[in-house]
């Protein structure tokens, strides 16, 4: 009974938006999951959730692949050092609300050492640690020894690595070429620019979440929601064919989901004008076209009106609207995830024809 | 005098070994890339033949049959007095779906593109149909499927001749 309310509930659309809420509402209340008594305490609950649901086979099959062990790994390496960020941030805050410097600021702290031998023999021994980590890995897991490859097969589901799987997630609403070539394509450019957008100061040198909600806020976004949680639906809730199965949900190859996919030039011309598709590709796609530029340039007005000021007369014209533009680059993302849960969205701007699908 | 006229350069010399230093490096680099741009091309390719003689039309039944497609990668449609060869490959990313005959579909493994088994996609990312390779008959009555030429269907395409044989 819980079991199927969770698989119903652990759904893309559900699970999402759930996940969003849940991390909207913890920076929010950032005074809350900034203690330790919240971490310990979130640390127990998810252990204590985590230990029932391994006893479910299903489930245990599906995270015991050799494949799906580092993601376990990687979850409660991420939850460490996102909570425990936010803990010192916390912390600092309290401190520079009392009028005190910073705990990283304090006499004690500002002492320096040498990087030999202080970092040097850290290093040495980070790296000893992971070399053993890594062959103990090796010779637990064993790569698998399949069948020679074949080009006219493809195993069912075909996974890419665990650290790709957030991409692959996303192609299921983009088309390759935006999912596979230009966002991630944002997504590393935008990660070498911060350091040239962000001329905040603020935060260099400590930790502290007050004094930079809107990076830390966005970066978390960016970070948890979009690559970290479908990283998550890729590895444990995608099976075969990419259908979507529940934590408990047997893995059968023959369910089925309808999802009859649409344009929206077809929504548009088909369904709302009861006319066919135009042959002209351009007024064909020409809500598409609205749509793709309303959102590049149409939204900026808006934007402005709202943040610009502040932001223009800190940063300067250039920075604000490479970062704007690289904002709804991030943020095209959830909406296309959204569009295509909602109203079966394929794409909103489809010319095959150029191999041009938005 | 003479010593110090041999170990210093005057800048005609210099340049002149500047330019026999550059040459030798050019020349080491340009051997070099050649090298690996040889090395991009296998001695021995094991391929399919891209084309290939499937039989007579009469072996096949009714809907879509999978007999080259391990192998060749084509799927050989047959409906309404049309025979079609169809092509594996997903629209979407290039993998490779699979015929699911009880829900009377192609579902890809990697996004979750389905299509009919005519081709057209209806869900997931894929943009367009599957393409159709040429298809033709050779004098004995056998099925020559092409695999070099391809026919899209949102290019208008698959009504061309040689994107289908009638049966």
């Known amino acids: 009974m819980i079991k199927e309310a969770i698989n119903y509930l652990s759904s893309p659309l559900y699970s999402f938006t759930a996940f969003i809420v849940l991390f909207l509402l913890s920076l929010k209340r950032i005074d809350i999951v900034g203690t330790k008594k919240f971490g310990l305490g979130l640390l127990v609950f998810v252990l204590v959730v985590f230990g029932w649901m391994v006893t479910d086979p299903v489930f245990f099959s599906v995270i015991s692949l050799p494949d799906n062990i580092p993601i376990i790994i990687l979850n409660g390496l991420v939850f460490w050092s996102t909570w425990f960020a936010l803990y010192k941030g916390h912390q600092n805050d309290l401190r520079i609300a009392r009028g005190e410097q910073p705990i990283e600021g304090s006499p004690e702290n500002r002492e320096k050492v040498w990087a030999w031998p202080n970092l040097v023999y850290t290093e040495l021994f980070c790296g000893i640690l992971c070399t053993v980590f890594l062959i103990v890995w090796a010779i637990f897991f064993k790569a698998p020894l399949e069948e020679p490859a074949n080009p006219t097969w493809a195993p069912n589901p075909a996974k890419a690595p665990w650290y790709f799987l957030g991409l692959q997630e996303m192609l299921v609403y983009f088309d390759p070429w935006m999912a596979g070539v230009v966002l991630p394509g944002l997504i590393v450019v935008g990660l070498i620019a911060i350091p040239f957008l962000d001329v905040n100061p603020k935060g260099n040198g400590y930790y502290t979440f007050k004094e930079r909600k809107f990076a830390i806020a966005s970066f978390l976004f960016g970070w948890l929601v979009l690559w970290i949680f479908l990283i998550q639906v890729g590895t444990f809730l995608r099976g075969p064919n990419w259908t979507f199965y529940g934590p408990f949900e047997y893995w059968d190859a023959h369910k089925v989901v309808a999802e009859n996919n649409i344009n929206l030039s077809e929504i548009m011309w088909i369904k709302l004008f009861n006319t066919s598709l135009p042959k002209n590709i351009l007024v064909r796609e020409i809500f598409g076209l609205i749509v793709v530029f309303g959102y590049l340039f149409g939204l900026l007005p808006l934007i402005m009106k709202k943040w610009g000021k502040n932001y223009i ?12 533009f690289l904002v709804l680059g991030m943020m095209s993302l959830p909406i296309k995830m959204y569009l295509r849960w909602f109203i079966n969205l394929k794409y909103i701007l489809a010319m095959p024809e150029f191999e041009l699908n938005l | 005098m003479s010593d110090d006229a041999k170990t210093s350069l005057n800048r005609r010399e210099f340049f002149s070994f500047l330019a026999v230093g550059w040459i030798t490096f050019g020349a080491a680099t340009a051997g070099f890339a050649s090298l690996i741009f040889r090395f991009l091309y296998p001695n021995v390719v094991f391929e399919p033949a891209m ?21 060749f990668g084509v799927w050989i449609y047959k409906k309404d007095g049309r025979l079609v060869a169809m092509s594996n490959i997903c629209t ?34 894929a943009p367009r149909p599957l393409e159709r390779y040429k298809i033709s008959l050779n004098p004995e009555g056998k099925i020559i499927v092409d695999k070099t030429k391809v026919f899209r269907y949102e290019k208008g395409e698959w009504n061309i001749d040689g994107a289908y044989i009638e049966v």
Do not use: Q
């Not at chain 1, 800190?314 to 920075?319: F, I, L, P």
């Not at chain 2, 490779?96 to 869900?123: D, M, Q, R, V």
């Open chain 1, 313 to 324: 007369d800190r940063m300067g014209a250039v920075r604000y609207y490479i970062m704007i």
């Open chain 2, 51 to 71: 084309d290939f003689l499937a039989g007579f039309p009469d072996d096949y039944p009714e809907g879509v049959d999978e007999r080259w497609k391990n192998g």
């Open chain 2, 92 to 125: 979407h990313l290039g993998c490779i779906p699979t015929w699911l005959p009880a829900e009377s579909k192609f579902k890809c493994p990697c996004h979750g593109s389905g299509y009919y088994p005519n081709g057209i996609n209806f869900e997931g990312p």
